[in-house]
T-cell receptor
Framework: AQKITQTQPGMFVQEKEAVTLDCTYD???????LFWYKQPSSGEMIFLIY??????QNATEGRYSLNFQKARKSANLVISASQLGDSAMYFCAILREAGTALIFGKGTTLSVSS | DSGVTQTPKHLITATGQRVTLRCSPRSGDLSVYWYQQSLDQGLQFLIQYYNGEERAKGNILERFSAQQFPDLHSELNLSSLELGDSALYFC????????????FGPGTRLTVL
């Protein structure tokens, strides 16, 4: 069975600082995908970034990057130059293969202050 | 905007009642997933449909059912509602160019009184 662990229930950062949100995973599948989603207080789930298990390079999407360490089974999200609008809950998720269900972690709340 | 639409946005009902949640996937997406988010259980997968056929089941109660119609929209039916069914219900879709990424709708917040 697959499992995602997010050990940081809450993180606090000031504007313009970088922040790393931790995610470790457990799977026995040789091929899988890792995702990060953002859930603001309004409730919607916003896709941020994807990393395939066979991707050679770490994924990047604008201010978001994924620090993927396959041997350690970690997929940390790095947000550079934090903004007030980054305040939200962040979920890490794993996908066994395309067309199957996502398994989510419990999430990390990020608070950005000015 | 993810391109996935869900109605209604909010739903308040009483125990024992039945409700229907509706989802329209992104244009071109064939897979629809339903997830439930509650404070105690977190985000849990309920059920998946692919091009009209049920593809996978997760932690879905027998009181809950779903279907996907020929136009690919999907409905989640919740019956004999209990207080514990109060949650945020998400629909997600995938199956476009990037077939593994699931895009979520805005959710339906169900409150059972």
């Amino acid at each position: 069975a697959q499992k995602i662990t997010q050990t940081q229930p809450g993180m606090f950062v000031q504007e313009k600082e970088a922040v790393t949100l931790d995610c470790t995973y457990d799977t026995s599948d040789p091929s899988y995908g890792l995702f990060w989603y953002k859930q603001p207080s309004s409730g919607e789930m916003i896709f941020l970034i994807y990393q395939g298990s066979y991707d050679q390079q770490n994924a990047t999407e604008g201010r978001y990057s994924l620090n993927f360490q396959k041997a350690r089974k970690s997929a940390n999200l790095v947000i550079s130059a934090s903004q007030l609008g980054d305040s939200a809950m962040y979920f890490c998720a794993i996908l066994r293969e395309a067309g199957t269900a996502l398994i989510f972690g419990k999430g990390t709340t990020l608070s950005v202050s000015s | 905007d993810s391109g996935v639409t869900q109605t209604p946005k909010h739903l308040i009902t009483a125990t024992g009642q039945r409700v229907t949640l509706r989802c329209s996937p992104r244009s071109g997406d064939l897979s629809v997933y339903w997830y439930q988010q509650s404070l105690d259980q977190g985000l849990q997968f309920l059920i998946q449909y692919y091009n009209g056929e049920e593809r996978a089941k997760g932690n879905i109660l027998e009181r809950f059912s779903a279907q996907q119609f020929p136009d690919l929209h999907s409905e989640l039916n919740l019956s004999s509602l209990e207080l514990g069914d109060s949650a945020l219900y998400f629909c997600a879709s995938s199956g476009g160019v990037r077939t593994d990424t699931q895009y979520f709708g805005p959710g339906t917040r169900l409150t059972v009184l």
